[in-house]
Nanobody
Framework: QVQLVESGGGLVQAGGSLRLSCAAS????????MGWFRQAPGKEREFVAA???????YYADSVKGRFTISRDNAKNTVYLQMNNLKPEDTAEYYC?????????????????WGKGTLVTVSS
């Protein structure tokens, strides 16, 4: 069992930055592919970024060059640094853990979800 707790969301102006954190419980954190998904009101949950066990990173086209995912296995934590934020980045952001790298962007294969943290970007 893995529990995920996100933090770092908030209100920011367009062009600003936020860093999300996700703290994971358990001693098997390093064995999971960690990711971030987001869901805007009235829309489906979508992939944002993922990081493999060996720290290879993957990004949605919409955030590439603006967001950076990283992990610290010693602290059981994954981060999402978000720069140059846009109003369309407004959403609830969810931390995710799974073990199948082939499906890193598919929310249906996520084994564990956090409860989310809200990011609001004003124009």
């Amino acid at each position: 069992q893995v529990q995920l707790v996100e933090s770092g969301g908030g209100l920011v102006q367009a062009g600003g930055s936020l860093r999300l954190s996700c703290a994971a419980s358990g001693r098997t954190f390093s064995s999971y592919i960690m990711g971030w998904f987001r869901q805007a009101p009235g829309k489906e949950r979508e992939f944002v970024a993922a990081i493999s066990r060996s720290s290879i990173t993957y990004y949605a086209d919409s955030v590439k060059g603006r967001f950076t995912i990283s992990r610290d296995n010693a602290k059981n934590t994954v981060y999402l640094q978000m720069n140059n934020l846009k109003p369309e980045d407004t959403a609830e952001y969810y931390c995710a853990a799974q073990k199948n790298l082939a499906y890193y962007s598919d929310p249906r294969h996520v084994e564990y979800w956090g409860k989310g943290t809200l990011v609001t970007v004003s124009s």
